[in-house]
């Protein structure tokens, strides 16, 4: 059957209210938001950030709900066996999406194909910081002292393929430090040993690890990003260090079950850009160096994917492999 411009038009028309009247309807109740992290980390700043931006606007509750452990991997699985109505999302981020694909032999899931992309929420900067009790003043002596110590020091990390992770032992590979890796079920553990001293180093975002730095409790040696950040203005980059074009960061971003109305994911979207717009959220982000995101779906899927590329190459070189 063949359809002329004219009944096409009065279809599209007709399919307007049905739209909207989808869109009216939900939320029909509470959404979750589950966190693939134990609380006290980044993921769970940003997402409670925009949750409680989505609570007031949506008219209905966005609760956070942490589901740490197993890289990510039980809480992504328990995700996309969710209905697909919208009222069940969760945080997507680098480890999950980008690296995890290719570090497991096998996942309960594929990524692309069990969930649908909303949006981008964020990028924050990673940052790497040490103990004080570490014979080191500046990155440069860190990387010295590991290579003089090998396998001696540990670094702590939210968990494998955590974002913390990555940027770790991407530092490892182009400075060729032999640092152990301790994983931990979320930022808020890691930080406990850390801050304790039983570990000797981290890399993790802004806004977990800025609180410990100003009271003196961390020594911040290095930034991911391509330049200095205004919170840490006196911090140098990796890349000043003479590892050229070294960059990583973290990002996190809204995805649904697969299957999720369209109608729903679009509003899902324009709402979160809305939330990201807001005084709170912007006041906060800035706070943390963090660049809000808010684009559409389609734009969120080509960063996904160009991400996997950048992403399954430096696997591969590092020899990540699940802990």
Not at 120 to 127: Q, T, Y
Not at 260 to 273: A, M, W, Y
Request: with cysteine; aromatic share 8%.
């Amino acid at each position: 059957m063949t359809f002329n411009r004219r009944q096409l038009i009065a279809a599209s028309t007709l399919a307007i209210p049905a739209i909207v009247r989808a869109q009216a309807g939900w939320p029909k109740q509470s959404i979750r938001f589950v966190v693939p992290f134990a609380p006290g980390g980044t993921s769970e700043i940003v997402a409670r950030t925009v949750a409680n931006e989505l609570t007031k606007q949506l008219g209905q509750t966005v609760f956070v709900d942490n589901k740490g452990g197993g890289a990510g991997v039980p809480a992504m699985q328990e995700v996309a066996k969710s209905a697909p109505d919208g009222h069940t999302i969760i945080l997507g981020h680098v480890g999950s999406l980008a690296v995890n694909p290719f570090i497991f032999p096998s996942l309960p899931y594929d990524v692309n194909k069990d969930f649908v992309p909303v949006t981008l929420l964020a990028k924050v900067p990673n940052l790497y910081v040490i103990h004080p009790d570490v014979p080191a003043a500046n990155f440069k002596e860190f990387v010295a002292h590991v290579k003089k110590n090998p396998g001696k020091l540990n670094y702590g990390t939210a968990g494998n393929a955590s974002a913390g992770h990555l940027s770790m032992e991407y530092l490892k590979l182009v400075t060729g430090m032999f640092i152990t890796h301790i994983p931990y079920r979320g930022t808020g553990p890691m930080l406990t040993d850390l801050l304790a001293g039983r570990t000797q180093a981290t890399s993790a975002g802004l806004p977990a690890l800025l609180p410990h730095i100003k009271s003196g409790k961390l020594r911040a040696i290095a930034v991911g990003t391509a330049q200095r950040l205004p919170a840490l203005p006196d911090v140098p980059t990796v890349a000043e260090h003479g590892h050229k074009d070294f960059e990583t960061s973290q990002w996190y971003g809204i995805l649904a079950p697969a299957g999720t109305p369209r109608d729903i994911v679009v509003r899902l979207q324009q709402e979160s850009q809305r939330a990201l717009k807001s005084n709170s959220v912007t006041e906060r982000f800035a706070s943390d160096s963090a660049i809000g995101g808010g684009g559409p779906a389609e734009e969120f899927a080509t960063f996904i994917a160009q991400q996997q590329k950048t992403w399954k190459e430096i696997c591969a070189r590092a020899g990540i492999k699940p802990d």
